[in-house]
């Protein structure tokens, strides 16, 4: 496809870099005038002004009636972010959308959550690399705080995964079986109650997104450094208000970017530093000398959650305390536990957490697929406008 195509682009700037760099090393050298960047993009009509009216009906008095065609008039935003009247409305549209959302979730599973808790939310395809075992990880520490009566000054936190497994991919499914027998042991504990809730949303799709993203607070984004292309879910929580929780992977980067390290929790290795780790990796010393690591470990071993179904994830632990494992699961808890640490303590100040949704929306133009199709036209088609009549 290379040889024969006249342009060559990732899909975000790292991604181009890493093609660049490593997987058509060759023929960057050989061609370098065909390899572009051109980040990709989503669109607010569908996931911003059709998903969430709320947030439209702002956006149309603050930024004008226009801003779906210009999202850089969401620069706007930015001029109302301190203004306590504004973050009130803000606050009112959020909560609104958490009820709509707490609702489906209610009829969906039959779990009621709280709209007032924290909704930490990572919906996507079910994939290794994109680490949802590091979220049940989480999930897990969690639960083993609360059950040691050191859960006090949790914040309280709705849990939300979905996605689909590929029909073969039997890992995949097996962390899907994970997710949903630690739901039902978190869910059933009178102990969890108004502390935790682990959802596993059925039948996920686009369609749920449009559900789902205005509501989300908290976006996971956190996939092994240098294996997510791109992410497009990114965007579109961004473009609601959601603050990313994420590493230096994909578009994440660019997000990070484009809103300030202050409204975004980094963490993670970097693809630089995970290279170098390859071949000396070692997941049972990190698990040995981090005793929170080790309780969540001895809950999964222990069958704590598969009473009934011994042995059932013996390959997901074993993937765990892997040395070849290529998503560095492990090497990436403290850190996650840490930034969810950092994200907790941000959300207890709702002042300060209602800004940086504001500037998480103000800040999100950049990624909407009309700036992706001009970069398109500008650097690889040159196609002349159509102009209405």
């Known amino acids: 496809a290379t040889v024969g195509s006249f342009a060559v682009n990732g899909v975000a700037a790292l991604h181009t870099d890493l093609l660049k760099s490593t997987v058509m090393k060759d023929f960057y050298e050989l061609w370098p005038g ?58 009112t549209m959020k909560l609104n959308a958490k009820h709509h959302l707490a609702k489906v979730i209610a009829e969906r599973t039959g779990i009621q959550v709280d709209p007032h808790s924290m909704f930490d939310v990572q919906v996507k395809r079910i994939h290794e690399y994109k680490r949802q075992l590091l979220n049940v990880l989480h999930a897990i520490h969690l639960y083993d705080r609360i059950r040691r009566g050191d859960g006090d000054a949790l914040v309280p936190r709705m849990i939300l995964i979905g996605g689909k497994a590929a029909p073969g991919y039997v890992m995949a499914k097996a962390i899907i079986k994970c997710i949903n027998n630690v739901a039902r042991v978190i869910n059933s504990d009178p102990a969890m109650a108004g502390r935790v809730r682990l959802i596993f949303y059925p039948d996920y799709n686009v369609s749920a997104m449009e559900k789902i993203c205005p509501a989300a607070e908290l976006s996971e984004q956190i996939s092994t450094a240098g294996k997510e292309a791109s992410g497009t879910g990114n965007m579109k929580f961004m473009m609601n208000g959601a603050i990313t929780i994420g590493t230096l992977d994909g578009a994440n980067v660019e997000i990070r970017e484009a809103v300030g390290a202050d409204n975004f929790f980094l963490f993670g290795h970097t693809v630089e530093e995970i290279e170098a780790m390859r071949g000396k990796y070692d997941p049972q010393s990190i698990i040995d000398g981090d005793p929170d690591f080790r309780r969540v470990m001895d809950l999964l071993e222990s069958g704590h959650f598969n009473q009934f179904e011994p042995g059932i994830f013996d390959a997901i632990i074993q993937s765990i305390r892997e040395p070849a494992d290529p998503w560095m699961t492990a090497a990436d808890f403290r850190g996650f536990v840490d930034a969810q640490q950092r994200a907790e303590e941000a959300y207890r100040d709702v002042e300060q957490w209602t800004r940086m949704s504001i500037l998480n929306t103000a800040c999100s133009g950049g990624f909407s697929t009309y700036r992706t199709m001009r970069d398109y036209n500008d650097d690889i088609w040159h196609l002349e406008p159509i102009v209405d009549v």
């Open 34 to 91: 065909k390899f572009h960047n051109v980040t990709n993009g989503i669109t607010p009509r569908r996931f911003m002004l059709q998903s969430n009216p709320g947030l439209a009906e702002i956006l149309n008095r603050v930024a004008g009636p226009e801003w779906a065609r210009d999202l850089s008039s969401l620069r706007s935003l930015e001029a109302c972010a301190d203004d306590a009247g504004f973050q009130d409305e803000w606050q």
